[in-house]
Structures are given as C-alpha cells and as structure tokens.
C-alpha cells in the first residue's frame, strides 16, 4: 500500500486564513503542470508498490483545466502502479463545480470530492476572503451528486470569532442536510504570516477563548455522532466506509510520494521537502537541479511519530507493537502519566490499544509529546 499527493500551488484568491503554500498568479499554471508531470517521471522508482491513493491537493486543483488533469492522471498512470480500486480524491472550491466541471471530473476517473465549505454565513465567508458565497457551496454539492459523485467530503471551520454556539450549530445542521459521506472539522488558527495574522497583531482580530473552541468542537462531536458520522481522527468524521483511506495511510506511517512545490514524501525512514516557491521550482526541474532536501530519521523519532499519528486515530496506539519497537515495557515506562490522563479522561486503555476520549482530542498533540522517547 502507498499514496501519490499532487500539490496543485494556485488559488484565485488568499483567504485570510491560510498559510499552505500557493500563489494567486495563474500564468505558469501550464509551465506548471509540466513540472509536476516531469516530477513524477523523475521519481518513478520512489515506490516500492503500488499506490492504493491519489490526492489531488493544494491550493486549489479544480483550478486546472480537464484537460491538464487528464494529462498529470496519465502520467501517474504511465509511471506507477496503481491498485485497482485506487481512491482518487480531488480537492476543490465551490464555485469551481459547475456541472459541466463535475461531470468531466468524475468522467475522468476521480472517484472523491473535498470541498472546501468552511461556513454557510456569508458575512464570516467574507470576512475570511473566501470565493465563493453559501448558495454556490450548496449548488456545487448538488452539482457533484447529479455528475455521479457518491464520495463527497464536506469541510467546516469552528472557532471563528463572532461566531457563537448557535451559529456554529446552524452551520452543522446546514452541513448535515446535504448528507454528504465525510466531513472534516478544523479549529481557525491564526498564523502568522496571513492576513489574520496581521490583523491579529494590530488587535483587528480577537481569537476565540480555548474554552469556547473547545465547547464547539465537544459540540460537532455529539451532533455528528446522533447523525451517524463516526470519527475517526481527530479532525475527520464518515459513515461507514466512506473514512479517507488517503489520510488513514498518513496516520499509519504508509510511504507516500508528493509532488509539486512545497509537497513531502515519506519513503519509511526519510523525508524529503519540495522548494516552496513556483518559479524556483519550474527552473529547477527544468534545468534538472535538486529541487528538495531529504531528511534521515532515527529510530526514535519513527517511534515518536508513530505515537504522534496512531493517537490521533480511532484505533489508537498499539500498546504492544510500540513496547516491541522500542525495546521498552511502554505502559510501564507512562505508568504514571497514563493514570493521570486516565483520571482527567482523556484516554482510556482497551484491548492493547491507548486511544483518546474526546477531550483528549483537544490536546492530542500535548498528550503525544509527554509519550514521546527523548532523543
């Protein structure tokens, strides 16, 4: 089992929020497909099976043309093994899915959708620069059901200011109505380099209280359960069978190839990290220069990502498979820290396996890093 990403770096416009890395100027976008195409050409031998996933992620892919998808899937198809029930997901923005869009998409192949929705509330849709208005998210969904998509993954963001309980459950139920599959759910973060960033530094922009995200989140877990939506990690809920298996490889240390700029891949013992810049990355290809950095990882930090990934799933953490690869008695080595989690309810200990409790989920990461092995 293996994942291709492809990181499309284009967007029409910066939201406010966002810190991946993309560039609102389109005109290299063919120059730039060439890149990617001749990057999977390059790195054909990266795999060593054959790939289960292809992720189309960015910025925005459905900014490309059916044509330049067709021909990055050819090449991928060209150079890499694929299995037969591969998963192929494609983000994309909601006033990119107009039906003619759709149906040349799922013509294609692509057998998955994410769509970023983020808010239904066209106020906070404008405050966050967003493209698109609440009735094109609703018509893009309906657009994507009537070209034959049966795989819709629906994003929201919590934790917005301004934005209460009240609004917030307004927004799921508005989610829920359309039924999609899947829904991701992501805390607003301010980074520093976005616009909010900024705005937070002039004090244009007061982030929400943790205990107030933290109901929030709470919240979307109950709702989304009595609506059936199980979650699966920490950020992502689906019905049955329809789980990401893209990001469930992520979370299971599976190798992944990804290409484009700014693009990681993991190959089982290291990293590499794509240049995050469009144009030094186009030259680089095209002159046939390095255009990543590789990074060897230790046992000890394969262990501690594993800690890091596994705790954030709804199988959890492997008790016995993680005191087998370090050496050590591993509930033994926590004893302490586990019964003090434990207590404060945020994990609980079950057939073998460490998982989190739902508010254990609001500081997974926090857990993670008390678990880890000191380097």
């Not at 892919?61 to 990055?72: I, N």
């Not at 209460?164 to 989610?175: F, G, Q, V």
């Not at 033994?332 to 586990?338: D, K, P, Q, T």
């Amino acid at each position: 089992m293996a994942g291709i990403y492809i990181h499309i770096p284009f967007c029409r416009q910066a939201c406010h929020y966002c810190d991946f890395h993309f560039s609102t100027n389109l005109k290299t976008k063919d120059e730039m497909v060439q890149a990617i195409a001749a990057e999977l050409s390059h790195r054909k031998d990266y795999l060593k099976e054959p790939a289960s996933t292809v992720y189309f992620g960015g910025g925005t892919p459905s900014l490309l043309s059916p044509d330049q998808l067709h021909f990055l899937l050819d090449t991928v198809k060209e150079h890499f093994k694929l299995e037969q029930n591969v998963e192929l997901t494609m983000e994309a923005n909601p006033e990119d899915l107009t039906p003619s869009y759709s149906k040349e998409l799922f013509n294609l192949g692509v057998n998955r959708l994410s769509l970023g929705i983020q808010t239904f509330h066209e106020e906070k849709l404008i405050w966050m620069n967003r493209a698109h208005n609440a009735n094109q998210a609703r018509e893009a969904f309906e657009n994507a059901r009537a070209a034959g998509f049966q795989n819709i993954s629906l994003d929201l963001i919590y934790a917005i200011p301004d934005h209460d309980e009240k609004a917030w459950e307004k927004d799921l139920r508005a989610l829920t109505e359309l039924n999609p599959e899947h829904i991701s759910l992501y805390g607003l973060t301010i980074e520093e380099k976005t616009v909010f960033g900024k705005w937070e530094r002039e004090s244009k922009l007061i982030q929400v209280p943790e205990d107030e995200a933290a109901a929030q989140y709470l919240f979307a877990i109950g709702f989304l359960n009595d609506k059936g939506y199980i979650q699966y990690e920490v950020s992502n809920f689906g019905r049955e069978g329809f789980h990401s298996r893209h990001n469930n490889a992520y979370w299971s240390g599976v190798p992944y190839l990804g290409v484009g700029p700014g693009a990681h891949s993991f190959d089982g013992a290291s990293r590499s990290f794509n240049i995050r810049n469009n144009p030094k990355y186009i030259q680089a290809i095209q002159q046939n220069e390095s255009f990543s950095e590789t990074e060897t990882l230790s046992k000890i930090q394969l262990i501690n990502e594993q800690i890091l990934t596994q705790l954030r799933t709804r199988n959890g953490l492997n008790l016995a498979k993680i005191s087998e690869t370090s050496g050590a008695d591993f509930p033994e080595v926590h004893r302490a820290l586990i019964n003090e989690m434990s207590g404060l309810d945020l994990i609980e200990l079950e057939d073998g396996f460490m998982r989190l409790r739902p508010k254990g989920f609001l500081v997974a990461d926090e857990i993670a890093l008390r678990l880890f092995f000191p380097e």
